[in-house]
C-alpha cells in the first residue's frame, strides 16, 4: 500500500477534546456581526491598545465562556480580539451541556457534520474581517484544536496574519505546515501527553519546519504546565514579533 499523498501530523479531534472544565467569569466583550456570521469582539482599553487585531479560531466548544474568557485576557493585552462562530449557533457545549465526559453525545457524527461549512465560514469571515479592519498588524491565534488548520491557513502566502499561535492542534496535514510562509513566525505549544499529536508527528512538523527554514518555536510540557503557561507564550510571542514587523 502507497503512503498517503499529504501524511497527517494532527489527527482529526476526538472525545478527548471534550473534556476539561467550565470557567468562570462575566464576559467582557460582545457579539456582533461581520459578513453575517457571529464574532465575539473583545476591546482592549484604549491605553493599552497595540494596533493589533487578533484573530482567534476557537476549539469545538466554539463561541463559549472559556473562550470568551480567553480573548478578553487577549484584549487585556493590548490585542482586539476577534473569535469567529464558525459552528453557525451548533458548537458542541450546546449537545453536552451536562458533562464534558456524557459518553451519549455522538461525537463523530457532529464532527462530521461540520468539517466542510466550518472551512467555508472561515475562509469567508477571514476576507470580511479584512475588509473591515485592513490588512495590517494582524496577529492570529487559537486556543485549542479545531481552529489549527485555519490558523496555518492565514500564516500561508495567501494568508493575511504576520504571526500565529496554536495550542493542543488537530487536524493537521503535513501540506498546512508546508505552506506556511518563511516570514509568518508560529509557536506550537503542546502537553507532553498528547494523542492527537503524538510525538514522531511533532518531530517531523519540526523537521519540515527545519528543512524549509521556517521561523518557529515548539513548546513542550507537561498537561498541568501546558495549560498554565501557553497563554504566557503566546504573548510573549506575539509581542516580539509584532514588535519587529
Given amino acids: 500500500m502507497s503512503a498517503p499523498e499529504d501524511p497527517a501530523l494532527a489527527k482529526p479531534a476526538e472525545f478527548c477534546c471534550l473534556r476539561g472544565s467550565f470557567l468562570s467569569g462575566e464576559p467582557a466583550g460582545n457579539l456582533k456581526q461581520i459578513g453575517g456570521v457571529d464574532t465575539y469582539v473583545a476591546t482592549p482599553d484604549e491605553t493599552k491598545s497595540n494596533g493589533h487585531v487578533l484573530l482567534f479560531f476557537p476549539d469545538a466548544f466554539g463561541l463559549h465562556i472559556n473562550n470568551f474568557l480567553t480573548m478578553d485576557a487577549f484584549a487585556a493585552c493590548g490585542y482586539l480580539t476577534l473569535g469567529v462562530d464558525y459552528f453557525a449557533g451548533d458548537p458542541i457545549w450546546k449537545h453536552s451541556q451536562s458533562s464534558l465526559n456524557d459518553p451519549t453525545f455522538d461525537f ?120 498554565n503557561l501557553h497563554f504566557q507564550s503566546f504573548i510573549q510571542w506575539f509581542d516580539f514579533w509584532l514588535s519587529t514587523l
Fill in 108 to 227: 463523530q457524527s457532529w464532527k462530521h457534520k461540520h468539517m466542510e461549512f466550518t472551512d467555508r465560514i472561515a475562509d469567508k469571515w477571514v476576507k470580511d474581517v479584512e475588509a473591515e479592519y485592513g490588512r495590517n498588524g494582524k496577529s492570529i491565534c487559537l486556543r485549542r484544536a479545531w481552529g489549527a488548520r485555519f490558523a496555518c491557513a492565514q500564516l500561508s502566502n495567501d494568508g493575511i496574519c504576520r504571526a500565529g499561535a496554536i495550542a493542543h492542534p488537530s487536524f493537521i496535514n503535513e501540506s498546512h505546515v508546508f505552506g506556511i510562509d518563511v516570514q509568518a513566525p508560529i509557536l506550537f505549544s503542546v502537553p507532553n501527553r498528547d494523542s492527537l499529536f503524538m510525538p514522531e508527528q511533532r518531530a517531523r512538523a519540526v523537521e519540515i519546519m527545519t528543512n524549509e527554514n521556517k521561523e518557529f518555536i515548539t513548546q513542550i510540557s507537561s498537561p498541568m504546565l501546558h495549560m
